[in-house]
C-alpha cells in the first residue's frame, strides 16, 4: 500500500482529455514538489513533469500538472495511442526522509 | 548524450551480496544528488536511496536500511550500490536516477537483481 493514492487505471478516447490524481499528505505533497513519471512498456520511466506543474524540455504542453493542498494531478489532454504506459507521481516524505512514488495508473487510450 | 549505464545485476542467492554500478557520462555528475529506484516484476517504482552531491546527505528507505550501502565517486561520475543479506523481495529491476528540481530527471536502462535459491 503506497502512501501516495493513484487510481488504478484510466482510460479514454483518443483525442479525449484524461486526470490522473495523486493523493498524499502533509508530510509530503503537502509540503514538497510533485513530480510526475511516464513508463512506456518495457522502458525506464521519464520525467514528465517536476515541481508540480513545469515541464522539461522536449515534453509536449499535453501534459500539465497542479497540486493543491496534499493532492496533486496529471493531466493529459489530445490523448493519443501512443500515451498508453503506466504514470507514477513521485515526492519526499519530510517526515519520513524518503522519497516517495505512487502506485502508479494504467492509462489505456480506447 | 546524457546518460547513465547500470551494471552488476544478476542471480544470487537469499542471504547473499551483490553490488551494483550506474556510469554517467554527459553532464556535471558532481553536481547532483543522485538516487537508486527499483521496480519488482509487475509492481510500482519504490524510491531504494539518495546520496547528495557532496556525499554529505544520505537517505535509505526503510526496507533496505541496513542492508544496503550508497556510495558515489565523482571523479569517476559513477554510483554504487552494495546490497548485502539480499532476500527474495529484492528481486527488481533497479535503476539509478540523477535528482534535479527534486525530480528524478535522468533514468538509467535498469540492471536486474534475482534473490533466488
Known amino acids: 500500500q503506497s502512501v501516495l493514492t493513484q487510481p488504478p487505471s484510466v482510460s479514454a478516447a483518443p483525442g479525449q482529455k484524461v486526470t490522473i490524481s495523486c493523493s498524499g499528505g502533509?508530510?509530503?505533497?503537502?509540503?514538497?514538489?510533485v513530480s510526475w513519471y511516464q513508463q512506456l512498456p518495457g522502458t525506464a520511466p521519464k520525467l514528465l513533469i517536476y515541481?508540480?506543474?513545469k515541464r522539461p524540455s522536449g515534453i509536449p504542453d499535453r501534459f500539465s500538472g497542479s497540486k493543491s493542498g496534499t493532492s496533486a494531478t496529471l493531466g493529459i489532454t489530445g490523448l493519443q495511442t501512443g500515451d498508453e504506459a503506466d504514470y507514477y507521481c513521485?515526492?519526499?516524505?519530510?517526515?519520513?526522509?524518503?522519497?516517495?512514488f505512487g502506485g502508479g495508473t494504467k492509462l489505456t487510450v480506447l | 548524450e546524457v546518460q547513465m549505464v547500470e551494471s552488476g545485476g544478476g542471480l544470487v542467492k537469499p542471504g547473499g551480496s551483490l553490488r551494483l554500478s550506474c556510469a554517467a557520462s554527459?553532464?556535471?555528475?558532481?553536481?547532483?544528488?543522485m538516487n537508486w529506484v527499483r521496480q519488482a516484476p509487475g509492481k510500482g517504482l519504490e524510491w531504494v536511496s539518495s546520496?547528495?552531491?557532496?556525499?554529505?546527505?544520505?537517505y535509505y528507505a526503510n526496507s533496505v536500511k541496513g542492508r544496503f550501502t550508497i556510495s558515489r565517486d565523482n571523479a569517476k561520475n559513477s554510483l554504487d550500490l552494495q546490497m548485502n543479506s539480499l532476500r527474495a523481495e529484492d528481486t527488481a529491476v533497479y535503476y539509478c536516477?540523477?535528482?534535479?528540481?527534486?525530480?528524478?530527471?535522468?533514468w538509467g536502462q535498469g540492471t536486474m537483481v534475482t534473490v533466488s535459491s
Open positions: 515541481e508540480n506543474n
Open positions: 536516477a540523477s535528482e534535479r528540481y527534486e525530480a528524478f530527471d535522468i
Open positions: 502533509s508530510s509530503n505533497i503537502g509540503n514538497n514538489y
Open positions: 546520496m547528495s552531491s557532496s556525499s554529505s546527505h544520505i
Open positions: 554527459g553532464f556535471t555528475f558532481s553536481s547532483y544528488s
Open positions: 513521485g515526492t519526499w516524505d519530510s517526515s519520513l526522509s524518503a522519497g516517495l
